[in-house]
């Protein structure tokens, strides 16, 4: 099983980044995925999850109007479009797919925004 995130990086504040996360070894279309991310010194959060056939999408405040979260089930990937980045939106971005008992994580993608 492995997920990997990718599109990370610094960007200025205003600018948007896409972030991709690949599954394999597992049936990526059965499982919710989501976006957390953790910031140095805070806890891990949700930023966004969608289910299985992406008919519910939820979003955490700080993310809502700003991010976007879709899924290609035949690719097995998993996005999260963010726009009008803020420094406050710099952590580490982890995504996490979860069905039943099962969870798995990603390694993380650094994202950081500064001018």
Known sequence: VQLVESGGGLVQPGESLRLSC???GFTFSTYIMSWHRQAPGKE??????????????NYADSAKGRFTISR????????????????E????????AIRSTNTYWG????VTVSS
Do not use: F, H, W
């Open 72 to 87: 290609d089930n035949a690719k097995s990937t998993v996005y999260l479009q963010m726009n009008s980045l803020k420094p």
């Open 89 to 96: 939106d710099t952590a580490v971005y982890y995504c996490k």
């Open 44 to 57: 891990r959060e949700l930023v966004a999850s969608i289910s299985s056939s992406a008919g519910s999408i």
């Open 107 to 110: 390694q993380g993608t650094q």
């Open 22 to 24: 690949t599954a394999s």
